[in-house]
């Protein structure tokens, strides 16, 4: 079992970076693939940024070159670096993890945070 706290998200002007943090709770939290999906109120929720449990990432086209994933294994936390922000980044940001191997399918993925939303005003 893992349980997954998201931090980090607010509002902020266009052009401007956040930092979002996820904190994962279980002994095995090193050895799962994490990401960021991104949810707009009515869309499908999409990827947005992944790491798998040896430090592969995977970006999508949208945030790429603007956004970095990292992970501290040691403190069991994973990070999303946003800069250059765009107000169509405006969504509720939710964690995810799956054993080893990353993905970007929602579906494959076993654990969830509560979300935490970002809004980028322009």
């Known amino acids: 079992q893992v349980q997954l706290v998201e931090s980090g998200g607010g509002l902020v002007q266009a052009g401007g970076s956040l930092r979002l943090s996820c904190a994962a709770s279980?002994?095995?939290?090193?050895?799962?693939?994490m990401a960021w999906f991104r949810q707009v109120l009515g869309k499908e929720r999409e990827f947005a940024a992944g790491?798998?449990?040896?430090?592969?990432?995977s970006y999508a086209a949208s945030v790429k070159g603007r956004f970095t994933i990292s992970r501290d294994n040691a403190k069991n936390t994973v990070l999303l670096q946003m800069n250059s922000l765009k107000p169509e980044d405006t969504a509720v940001y939710y964690c995810?993890?799956?054993?080893?191997?990353?993905?970007?399918?929602?579906?494959?993925?076993?654990?969830w945070g509560q979300g935490t939303q970002v809004t980028v005003s322009s």
């Open positions: 279980g002994r095995t939290a090193s050895t799962y693939a």
């Open positions: 790491i798998s449990s040896g430090g592969t990432t």
């Open positions: 995810a993890a799956r054993p080893v191997f990353l993905t970007t399918s929602q579906g494959t993925y076993d654990y």
